[in-house]
């Protein structure tokens, strides 16, 4: 038994920063993870992803240039992004240079699954580590697959063998429609792959606003993708030839690969929160506006529930650091969380979306604006599809969610997200001077449109 000041059990953005933050504080601190240090995100998610949607989009670009700017032949070569995802995003999913970084901090870096043991102590393998100060819990997710008749017994894709793969796929099935697997479907098909979506739910991205949902299905079926929504699977058998998904109502649907994107789940019980007196048959850690989970014990990312997002574990890393070391500081604020699903065109929202503000009993207003009738949209042209919507309480003036939709849609969102975060009066948005040809100038039409639906009269933002 070793006694530290804290331990971090598991290293993904969040838990790295937050274990070198501490050191550097001067306490002596233990960063345990059995995988690779950084997490998901550099190695298997937003990184290498985002390498494999930039490619993808570049040969949609130069389809784009017939009629605008002349005459381009473009072939799909895959094999230089494979490349850069193993030469400059992962190192073949070497984690030695983060390794380094990390105890160049002072952290003491210990590789292995770690379990809480209560009363502040965690152990490894045969080590054991009595934590005085702190446990700070950042144990991430895992790609969850259903429990759908044969499934387990085949060799299906989870997001990791997608990104590692080096070669297409003549045919890939895509179960779950959500950010990942449209992210990745897109890509493949943009890249030759002939791609069928199956959603279980009644339509794609079905936490967006319906609007974005009609686009991105439109856009995917357009590119070619079949999509069924509102399907029911009733098996999964894999043979040499490939993967066959029955589905209910439809039949069978064939493809060499099977990707199963229908989202990620912490492993509780094998943490052993019971120790600490937590739910281990939880989908996620409940934890205070200061991180707090438990006595001494604190948890932030994926686990915390609130959205899977890099940014998220990052946001609340700050917090519970300041709070481990007794530093005054604001509490977590969720009101402005932002989140992108990069396909093209990119769908970014940020706060509430209608229904939620409706089912909250807020007054709700909505404006809506076309991308493409802008007069950036208008220029752009080819690829120009888009949509801007604002979700408005009435009785408060303000903002309360948003979505920006369309070519770079995540950073037009930029300036929703300071809108709903700060919470500033629509009368202050309509004031605003808006640049001229932008794409962010749609969020001035939106505004207009907002104005027609919203009674007159005084009151805060009028």
Known sequence: MRTVDVVVVGLGPGGEDAAGKLAEAGLDVVGIDAELVGGECPY???VPSKMMIRAANLLTEAG??????????????????????????????????????????????????????????VSVGDEAFQATTAILLNPGTRAWAPP????????FWTNREAIETETVPTSLIVIGGGAIGLELGQVFGRFGAAVTTI??????LAGEEPESSELITKTLVDEGMIVHTGATITGVRHEATGFTVAVEALG???????????????DLAGLGVGAIGLDEGARSITVDDRMRAAERVWAIGDVTGVGAFT????YQAVIAVADILGRPGPGADYRGLPRVTFT?????????SEAEARAKGINVAVGISDVAKSARGWIHKAGNAGLIKLVA??????????????PVGGEVLSMLTLAVHAEVPISTLRGMIYAYPTFHRAVEAALGALAEQMPTGAGPGA
């Open 44 to 46: 298997w998610g937003c």
């Open 64 to 121: 784009r240039i017939e009629g605008m700017a002349g005459h381009a032949e473009v072939s799909a070569d895959f094999a230089p992004v494979a490349k850069r995802i193993r030469d400059e995003a992962t190192d073949g999913w070497d984690d030695t240079v983060a390794v380094d970084r990390l105890v160049a901090k002072g952290v003491t870096f210990v590789r292995g699954w770690a379990r809480l043991d209560g009363g502040g102590r």
């Open 148 to 155: 759908i008749d044969g499934l387990a017994d085949t060799p």
């Open 199 to 204: 959603e279980t739910a009644p339509r794609l």
């Open 252 to 266: 069978d649907v064939v493809a060499e690969r099977l990707l199963i994107a229908t989202g990620r789940r912490p």
């Open 311 to 314: 940014h998220i574990s990052m």
């Open 344 to 352: 093209d065109p990119e769908i970014g929202s940020v706060g509430l």
């Open 393 to 406: 309480d009435v009785d408060r003036r303000v903002l309360v969610g948003a979505t920006s939709a369309g």
